[in-house]
Structures are given as C-alpha cells and as structure tokens.
Nanobody, 126 residues
C-alpha cells in the first residue's frame, strides 16, 4: 500500500505563490515507476486535473487554466512530487490532491490513479 501526504497549502494573497509537496511512503515500487498528478476539487464539483507528469518526467500535461502559472515536478530520491503555483487567483481556491499510479505512463483522469493523498486546502484572497 502506498500512502501520499500533501503539504504546503495555506492562505495567500492574489498574485502570490505556493509550493505544494506530496511525499510517498509505504510499500512503494521505485518512485520513478509512478505517473503522478495533481487534481483539485471544489465543493459540489467534479475533481479536475491540474497537472500530470509521466513516469520518466519527460512529459507533462496542464489544464488550460493553469498553463504558464503552475509547474509540476518530481524528486525521485525523495519520493516527492511538487506543484509550484505562481500568480495565484481566487479562482484557484479549493482543495488540492496528489495522485499516483504505476500502471500508466501518464494519465489525465482521476479513475486512472489508484493512490491519493488526503488533500490540502489552498485559499487565495483577493
């Protein structure tokens, strides 16, 4: 079983930055074997992809709403995936979740991921 724990959420003013981290632990395969992603979900809405990163780290996918502002990256030695969020706006306010799966190379929909963190709240004030 793989456990994912997010950190780095909080309150920030519009235009500011936050860096989310998600550390993996438990009975993990080699961390580089996992495709990774960040999703977010507002109350009453479906979980939506923010960014995805392939196992190799060579391929990324970003939602149109965050392109040019957010960057996903990984540190395999630390078994951690990051989401650098710049130029934040109130529309980015919600709970962010990291996800991992070793069966896919890169995936953009929640059902493709078996492992999930508990979520971290990001609040952007105007």
């Amino acid at each position: 079983q793989v456990q994912l724990v997010e950190s780095g959420g909080g309150l920030v003013q519009a235009g500011g930055s936050l860096r989310l981290s998600c550390a993996a632990s438990g009975r993990t395969l080699t961390f580089s074997s996992y495709a990774l992603a960040w999703f977010r979900q507002a109350p009453g809405k479906e979980r939506e992809l923010v960014a995805a990163l392939s196992r190799s780290g060579d391929n990324t996918y970003y939602a149109d709403s965050v392109k040019g502002r957010f960057t996903i990256s990984r540190d395999n030695a630390k078994k951690t995936v990051f989401l650098q969020m710049n130029s934040l706006s109130p529309e980015d306010t919600t709970v962010y979740y990291c996800a991992a799966d070793f069966k896919v190379t890169l995936a953009t929909i929640p059902i493709r991921y078996d492992y999930w963190g508990q979520g971290t709240q990001v609040t952007v004030s105007s």
